[in-house]
Nanobody, 123 residues
C-alpha cells in the first residue's frame, strides 16, 4: 500500500510560480513511477509530469514542458512539482499518483492517488 498527500496549492497570478509537494508513505520501490495529474471540471484527468523513483528519469506533457519541473527526494519520500510561468489554463486540481507498473500517461494505470490540491491561476 502507498499513501499520498499533496500540499502547496493556492491562488497565483498569471506568470507566477507555485511548488506542489507530495508526501509518500508505504512501499515505494525503485521501480515505482510517480506522477502529477491535473483535472478541471468536465474533463478527463490528464498527465502533467512523471518521474521514475529510482533513477529519477523525468517525463512531461507538452503543455507544461519548459515551465514545470518534477523532482523527488528519496530520503524524505517526497515528490515535488515546481510550476513557473503559470497560465490561466493551468488552473486545475492537481493529483499525485503512484504506479508500480512503470511509466504511463494514462490515469487508469495508476494504483494510488492523493486527495488533490487546487491550483488557481487568476488575475
Amino acid at each position: 500500500q502507498v499513501q499520498l498527500v499533496e500540499s502547496g496549492g493556492g491562488l497565483v497570478q498569471p506568470g507566477g510560480s507555485l511548488r506542489l509537494s507530495c508526501a509518500a508513505s508505504g512501499r515505494i520501490f525503485s521501480s515505482t513511477f510517480m506522477a502529477w495529474f491535473r483535472q478541471v471540471p468536465g474533463k478527463e484527468r490528464e498527465f502533467a509530469a512523471g518521474i521514475r523513483w529510482g533513477v529519477g528519469n523525468t517525463y512531461y506533457a507538452d503543455s507544461v514542458k519548459g515551465r514545470f519541473t518534477i523532482s523527488r527526494d528519496k530520503g524524505e519520500n517526497a515528490m515535488y512539482l515546481q510550476m513557473n510561468s503559470l497560465k490561466l489554463e493551468d488552473t486545475a486540481v492537481y493529483y499525485c499518483a503512484a504506479d508500480r507498473g512503470g511509466y504511463s500517461t494514462q490515469y487508469g494505470s495508476y494504483e494510488y492517488w492523493g486527495q488533490g490540491t487546487q491550483v488557481t491561476v487568476a488575475s
